[in-house]
């Protein structure tokens, strides 16, 4: 009886069958699907990872190259799921930089458990008030060793095995003595027409990496113009395809005005930002601070199919790495002062957008 108020070409009905669905792709509000940005807490803050036919842009920051653990385990997850994967560099040899990337870890113990705060010996929460504390399940599995993984834990001093990028699916070009776009443009909609979006196509997913796109190695790094054309029309084509493309730019080297017009264009915002060796007075704001490597802002999220927007209780985290191997993003604590004790919860010394109240006194 139930599929007899089934309607094809209605869009509000929601199509439950899943087998032709790549376990590797997640399913999202709105008929959107998701794949992995592969940084466990980076899906969890954006609700399940990268929304399929989004265009993300990442912020550079012009005193560390942070957004580079952020390409690279984006390009990592994308080869270990078997994606085709499309990167193009402002350096002679592209290639040579797939050997840089993360492996995923192959570790039996769980990671999870360990960031998990329920689990601290230290923190006994009333059982009845549990449930106030606990994150949203959203189904972001990260069993590593497991097939059907969703999202892998990497170890940054690793380098990814050969076998995962010496297939036919990887494509890498250099935009260095590009006099235009137009040859990449071209290059990105070959790759894209090959992921068309069609009925029931949903089973694969590809990347693109363009990093550093207004480098000033690039001959095109002065038409303005130019650069946004080609983003515009780049966002149209990944629009109708099941591809997620990322790109990282430098906005202390455009103007004002590009940059805000490129941030405009973006679905999703990120920007990352160094932080400056011992500053006293953010040691003493922030709780942790010896162990961050970084800030990572969330601007904008994606909402496709939806008019929505999407509120987080925080906008502003932390870089770390755990280990000194797997990257970690942390929501900012602010320190105790005048002698109280614990951490203050939802007070982030303004770096975040939360507006929960104060500790609960049990």
């Known amino acids: 009886m139930a599929s007899s108020f089934t309607k094809t070409g209605s ?16 399913l ?12 466990p807490d980076l899906d969890k803050i954006l609700g399940g990872g990268f929304c399929v036919g989004s265009l993300v842009m990442i912020m550079e920051d012009a005193e560390a190259p942070h957004h580079m653990l952020l390409l690279r385990n984006f390009m990592s997850q994308g080869l270990v799921h078997k994606h085709p994967l ?3 560099s402002p350096s002679k040899q592209p290639k040579l930089f797939l050997g840089t990337l993360p492996t995923p870890n192959s570790s039996s113990s769980k990671l999870d458990k360990s960031r998990d705060p329920t689990h601290e010996k230290d923190l006994r929460i009333a059982w009845q008030y549990k449930k106030y504390f606990e994150e949203p399940n959203l189904n972001i599995s990260t069993n590593n060793g497991g097939q059907h993984e969703y999202c892998n834990d990497f170890d940054l001093r690793k380098p990814l095995e050969r076998h995962f990028y010496s297939g036919t699916n990887v494509d890498c070009v250099s935009i260095q003595d590009s006099p235009n776009l137009d040859a990449l443009q071209d ?4 790759f894209l027409a090959q992921l068309s ?6 089973s694969s997913a590809g990347r693109i990496a363009i990093q550093s796109f207004c480098s000033p190695q690039c001959k095109y790094s002065d ?19 099941n591809a997620v493309v990322v790109v990282t730019f430098p906005p202390s080297l455009l ?4 940059s805000k017009r490129l941030q405009h264009m973006a679905d999703t915002l990120l920007s990352v930002k160094a932080i400056p060796d011992e500053d006293k007075e953010l040691a003493k704001l922030l709780t942790g601070y010896q162990d961050m490597v970084g800030f990572l802002n969330v601007h904008k999220v994606a909402r496709l199919n939806t008019q929505v927007p999407v509120i987080l209780d925080a906008t502003t985290f932390s870089i770390k790495l755990e280990r ?9 604590n602010q320190a105790p002062v005048d002698g109280s004790s614990g951490t203050s919860y939802g007070t982030s010394g303004g770096c975040s957008g939360s507006t929960k109240s104060g500790s609960l006194d049990f």
């Open 197 to 202: 979006r069609s009925e029931g196509n949903s």
């Open 86 to 88: 499309f990167y193009a």
């Open 28 to 39: 999202g509000p709105n008929a959107t699907s998701f794949i992995s940005s592969g940084i």
């Open 255 to 258: 103007s004002p005005s590009c």
């Open 324 to 332: 000194r191997r797997f990257l970690v993003l942390e929501c900012l």
């Open 187 to 190: 290059r990105c909609a070959r």
């Open 223 to 241: 038409m303005e113009w130019h650069m946004l054309s080609f983003i515009k029309s780049l966002k149209g084509m990944t629009r109708s395809s």
């Open 11 to 26: 869009s509000f009905c929601r199509n439950s069958s899943k087998s032709s669905i790549n376990p590797h792709l997640k």
